[in-house]
């Protein structure tokens, strides 16, 4: 019997240096506890650094997906998400060899807080995490296979920051299946049939985090439950 289970895969904590101090791993499970979600994602720029105190400060409440989001070298945002820690660290590893070496400056762009499942601030990200990695879009899809991950495009009717404001098109021969839209502009799904589509906060505050507005159809309420249902037939 098919469940059920409402996300919200695109959240980002107090390391991206645009989000809210507050968005701490406690705050946001909490948060997505309160508003009744089943599943969710912290999906911060270029890095994943607070995604396991998420997960542990999340315990057996509220699954949590790994991921991150990619800024590739055409500015496109790319949604990456994986099974488990392992593949989301090996394959963080080969991104962090993408960095331009900016160092941030936290009066300028934010602070980029890294911390434990106990909300405590256990360091500072150093790399500027609002840059572009020199990683194309392509190579980035094909780097989140390799990990084997899904692939997700980011918010594709942004006008800044998408697949569609900065390359104008889908690549058919990349075989994405899953594309990820904002609900704040509008969008012409007639014109995307051959996709599928999750919907997402986007949240950078805790004010921002969906409730159970999105869900999609999973066989069973675990990571792979998930996982399985956002990749279709095909990763
Ligand atoms: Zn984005
Ligand atoms: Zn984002």
Known sequence: MKIDAAIDLHIHSALS????????PNNIVNMALLNGLDSIAVTDHNSC?????????AGDRIIVIPGMELQTLEEVHLLCYFKDLSSLYSFRDQMEKYYDGMPN????????????????????????????LSITFDEAVKMVRKHKGLPVPAHINKPSY????????????LDLTLLEF?????????????????????AHFLG????????????????????DSLAGSHI
């Open 105 to 132: 400056n936290p009066a300028i762009f934010g602070n980029q807080l890294v911390m434990n499942e106990h909300d405590e601030i256990i360091g500072e990200k150093e790399q500027l995490l609002l840059t572009s």
């Open 17 to 24: 240096p645009c989000s809210d101090d507050d968005m701490t």
């Open 208 to 227: 921002h985090i969906l409730d159970r507005k999105m869900a999609i159809s999973v066989e069973e309420l675990t990571i792979s439950g998930i996982f």
């Open 49 to 57: 650094d607070n995604v396991e105190a998420v997960i542990k400060a």
């Open 162 to 173: 998408s697949l569609l404001s900065q390359l104008g098109f889908i690549p058919s021969y």
């Open 182 to 202: 904002s609900q704040n502009y509008h969008i012409d799904f007639d014109a995307y049939q051959n996709y599928r589509f999750i919907t997402s906060s986007d």
